[in-house]
């Protein structure tokens, strides 16, 4: 692995934008000198390290996900002092960003709010969901292929990712226009907040009313649907949740799982386009486009980190945690471990162990929307590659070869593209 001198102590993590841009300098650094750090500026300890990542995941009742959507700072009415939080950050829960949200709960609420899901996104509803996926490609490539050119993320990413999801839970075929309106108008992370944007909230708050009044209506007169299993489904103990409880979930699926796959495809498709011999490679053997979507989600993840906070004492890599620690997760990083993978910054299609990666996250928390994200990148490269002779960069837009300038992301936890405009040759009809 290539070591990219960086002195982290002259580096905010948090505001570089150069860092923001491009973070694998400070990724490589930290994994060679200290895969555990405790950052000066805020105090949060940062851990790139793979097999400490993974200690965190898989420790829930030492390291809790409550802040798990915030950043570097708490801002909270009360001292976090004693040997266990439990009790007082559940009590402060309303001041941590997105506190409503599955992702920020802790067990025992967030065993009972997965069942929820868990029961729902079954291997049969996602195999049912693949047919739909594939025709919506389509449809959507219909529109843009004969053009010759495309901007991937606003004609094609976005709009694509709303609709599979959308399928994936059962909203009715009417209502998927509003959804499509609200979600892939919404704008995308930036560098500095320790959120979405602002009209985050709002689109939250939206879908909120939407899906509570959809699981009113199926309690009130059942169907044959998946938002009717959502509102019939029981908490492990037998209590029916709150309408408001379900939606939150619901939600949630549409809210986070549409923006970080929106930025795995455009990812993967920038690393095609601008990649000959890559994109042969797949052309060729379309059984790798599986294995190359999980290499590129082990060397550029769509989310570089999240946080935890500390509720009782602990220690990791040789450091000893108080109560109260900040803790940010740089997955992103661990998908370069060295002492997991060889040559980490180099990408291989044929990497036996990519999918160890960590970018959908481990133990409690793994993503349930994973199965989802990568069909829907599957089937969109596979079309893509299918229907075209050749897909290129845009140098009108991104400039030539050596000398690329990308419209990225600057966000110390999300990667991706805001803009990505290619250029391809339509296959003729047969």
């Known amino acids: 692995m290539t070591t990219v001198k960086v002195d982290p102590t002259e580096i905010d993590f948090f505001t570089d934008p150069e860092t923001a841009r491009k973070a694998e300098p400070y990724f490589d650094h930290m994994l060679a000198n200290q895969p555990v750090w405790r950052e000066p500026k805020y105090g949060v300890v940062i851990v790139t390290g793979y097999e400490e990542a993974l200690q965190v995941y898989h420790q829930p009742e030492v390291y809790s996900s409550i802040n798990r959507t915030g950043g570097p700072v708490l801002d909270l009415p009360v001292e976090l002092t004693g040997n266990d939080l439990t009790e007082v950050l559940e009590k402060y829960r309303e001041y941590f960003p997105n506190n409503d949200q599955i992702v920020t709960f802790d067990p025992p609420v967030h065993t009972d709010h997965r069942s929820l899901l868990m029961g729902l996104i079954t291997p049969k509803r996602l195999r049912e969901n693949e047919e739909f996926l594939k025709r919506t490609a389509d449809r959507f490539l219909d529109g843009i292929i004969g053009k010759g050119e495309c901007e991937f993320i606003w004609d094609y990413a976005k709009s694509y990712t709303v609709l599979a999801v959308a399928d994936l839970l059962g ?5 998927q226009p509003m959804l499509l309106e609200l979600l892939a108008s919404s704008p995308g992370p930036v560098l500095g907040n320790l959120e979405l944007q602002a009209n985050h909230h709002n689109t939250i ?11 009113e209506k199926r309690r009130a007169e059942p169907r044959e649907d998946v938002i009717t299993g959502m509102a019939l489904a029981t908490f492990p103990d037998g209590t029916l949740p709150e309408p408001l409880e379900v939606a939150r979930i619901a939600a949630n699926m ?3 799982g549409q923006e970080t796959t929106v930025q795995l495809m455009g990812i993967a498709l920038q690393r095609i386009a601008d990649d000959q011999q890559l994109q042969n490679l797949l052309r060729g053997d379309t059984s790798l486009i599986p294995k190359f979507i999980e290499e590129t989600l082990r060397i550029e993840a769509p989310i570089k980190g999240s946080f935890r906070l500390t509720k009782v004492p602990t220690s990791i890599g040789g450091l000893d945690l108080s109560p109260g ?15 997991l993978f060889d040559n980490p910054a180099e990408f291989d299609v044929l990497r036996a162990n990519a999918r160890q990666h960590l970018a959908f996250g481990r133990g409690i928390h793994t993503c349930p929307g994973a199965p989802l994200a990568r069909a829907e990148a599957v089937f969109s490269i596979q079309r893509f590659l299918d229907r075209t002779e050749q897909i290129g960069i845009s140098e009108e837009h991104h400039g030539p070869e050596d000398a690329r300038e990308w419209d990225l992301i600057r966000s110390y936890k999300f990667r991706g593209h805001n803009k990505l405009y290619l ?8």
């Open 171 to 175: 909203v009715p075929e009417g209502d």
């Open 205 to 215: 708050e939206k879908l909120y009313e939407y899906f509570v009044g959809m699981i």
């Open 423 to 430: 250029e391809y040759t339509a296959k003729e009809a047969s």
């Open 325 to 339: 620690t900040v803790v940010m997760l740089l997955h992103g990083a661990a998908g370069r471990d060295p002492r």
């Open 254 to 256: 549409f809210s986070a």
